[in-house]
DNA sequence: TTCCTGTTGTATAC
DNA sequence: GTATACAACAGGAA
């Protein structure tokens, strides 16, 4: 008699027992079924992943574990390489089945072929899934014929019609096998300490990890049907003191909570409802964008860098450590960045419109730092970060891809002003502002010294003098963005056969020594 | 080739 | 609150 078939189903994203269709592949194909998640240490540097993301992630997994133990299974957390861990439990298991859920990013997609090759010599099977976004990219490059979409409408009319599956439900059972004894703990879920972090100082982020977690925020929104029905991005507040959109991007971007099930749930409350929003600015239009932005990762060459990437416009970039620096730590002198700054470090999560706000800043908007380093700083921080996600936003708002009218400038001191006259987000985030007057609070070095002196805060000694004078920097900078820009056209007109006309226009390389003396190009 | 549209700008005028 | 200049982009449709 044949002994019982085992499966390692092998959680990367998709931290979820809902919608999970690699995992029920394995309980439908084998008796013994061992849920894993391998932790390579490697990853476990601040540089790359902050310690908030790290807690959220191991919440994640801890969730995932009770959810398994009330069903007599356990996650069996490795640590290591998954090309030297995962033969090892073959082995140790007598695995035949490996089952995990498509991952499209370029390192998952390196990765898992290596893996599957590892697995076909050791005689396991493989069996993957999309279930990560609501359509699979590789079908739908195939239906618009290799082609990435280059705007967000014309990806709109390619999925539609195209179905999004319905989401699975969680195995009431996962396996019949008792877990295997590990006294030692050597497969438990570790703790932030044990990863080599040191131990979260101040409050902890306000958003706790894992499928449970997720799918309460999820369920609590849809109970308010109006605020689905009615959703438009644009109109939500980036300096509210409690989020005005969802935060359910962190659950997403770990598979905590499915986007198909997110999808259905939206589809089932506008049924129920007179009227409600649209794409772009909807919540089903939210998700579209993630989609959209999946694509871009899967289907561009290069999608992170700006050299070699065919769809980002070659843009001069400033390096200046000082300013990056600033920008990073919260010390620009503009109170609003430094808030939203603060509250990305502290949180880990900030408003979509705080985003923009401060990424623009970065870039085309007042210090010319090329994208690449913001993004790296956003995916250090944000519990979201999400490779495809914020590469693509951090092209949109440097007017390096998808957005174009570089012309567009937010005002680091007008911008937060419109929903947030009195500052109070600026208070809540830094505190040395707290007593500063309401009509000096986006521009402090303006107030004269007797009000600096009353609030308690002097400007250059409590609080440091802007890095920048926006609107001569802003103006520069939509001179040196229209320059690269020519560059492009006459690029894109060179290869043509008019290749003098590249010539004509090269964009001029911004030099370090010449910040403010800029002078935008003449009529 | 021209025209239209593009989630989410700002300052100023009425 | 709404309109307009600012200096003017890209992609896609017609």
Not at 236 to 259: I, M
Not at 284 to 307: A, H, T
Not at 409 to 431: A, H, M, Q
């Amino acid at each position: 008699m044949a002994s019982a078939k085992a499966a390692i189903h092998w959680f990367r994203k998709g931290l979820r027992l809902h919608d999970n269709p690699a995992l029920l592949e394995a309980i439908k194909q084998c008796e013994n079924i061992y849920p894993v998640f391998i932790i390579d240490p490697w990853f476990a540097r601040e540089e790359f992943v902050g310690k908030r993301r790290y807690q959220f992630l191991l919440e994640s997994l801890s969730d995932l574990d009770r959810s398994l133990r009330e069903r007599k299974s356990r996650l069996y957390v490795a640590k290591g390489k998954p090309e030297d861990v995962l033969p090892q439990l073959f082995r140790k298991w007598s695995i035949s089945l490996l089952t995990f859920e498509n991952d499209t990013e370029p390192y998952a997609r390196k990765r898992d072929s290596a893996i599957r090759s590892l697995a076909e010599g050791l005689n396991v099977s493989v069996k993957s899934f999309t279930s990560h976004t609501l359509f699979d990219p590789e079908h739908l490059l195939f239906l618009n014929k290799d082609q990435v979409p280059g705007t967000y409408k014309s990806f709109c009319s390619l999925v539609k019609g195209v179905k999004v599956e319905l989401p699975l439900e969680a195995p009431a059972q996962i396996s019949n096998h008792i877990p295997v004894k590990d006294e030692a703990g050597e497969y438990d879920v570790p703790t932030l300490l044990d990863m080599g972090y040191k131990e979260i100082v101040g409050p902890p982020t306000p958003f706790r990890g894992g499928e449970s977690e997720g799918l309460k925020r999820l369920r609590m929104h849809m109970n308010n049907k109006r605020y689905i029905a009615e959703f438009e991005k644009p109109k939500t507040k980036p300096n509210s003191l409690e989020p005005s959109t969802t935060v359910l991007s962190p659950y997403l971007k770990f598979g905590c909570v499915s986007s198909r099930l997110f999808y259905h749930e939206l589809l089932s409350v506008y049924k129920q409802v007179k009227s409600h929003s649209q794409p772009p600015v909807s919540l089903v239009g939210q998700l579209y964008f993630r989609e959209w932005f999946y694509l871009n990762g899967y289907g561009v060459p290069n999608f992170d860098k700006m050299i070699g990437n065919p769809r980002c416009v070659q843009i001069p970039w400033i390096e200046n450590a000082e300013h990056l620096e600033a920008w990073e730590k919260g010390t620009t002198g503009f109170p609003f960045i430094d808030a939203i700054m603060t509250q990305l470090k502290t949180e880990g999560w900030i408003h979509h419109l705080a985003r923009h706000m401060v990424a623009c800043f970065l870039t085309r908007g007042d210090l010319f730092i090329s994208w690449e380093e913001g993004a790296k700083v956003f995916s250090r921080y944000l519990l979201d970060a999400d490779w495809s996600l914020n590469t693509a936003n951090w092209q949109w708002l440097s007017a390096s891809a998808f957005f174009h009218q570089y012309f567009r400038v937010y005002g680091p001191v007008s911008f937060g002003k419109k929903t947030d006259k009195n500052g109070d987000y600026i208070r809540k985030y830094l505190p040395v502002l707290k007593k500063m007057p309401h009509k000096y609070i986006y521009e402090p070095w303006t107030a004269p010294l007797h009000v600096q002196k009353a609030a308690g805060c002097i400007v250059g000694k409590d609080y440091p003098e802007p890095i920048v004078d926006h609107k001569i920097v802003s103006k520069r900078n939509i001179g040196w963005m229209a320059e690269a820009y020519r560059k492009k056209k006459a690029m894109k007109q060179g290869k043509g056969g008019k290749s003098a006309k590249a010539k004509k226009n090269p964009a001029k390389r911004p030099s370090n020594s010449n910040l403010d003396g800029f002078v935008v190009r003449k009529k």
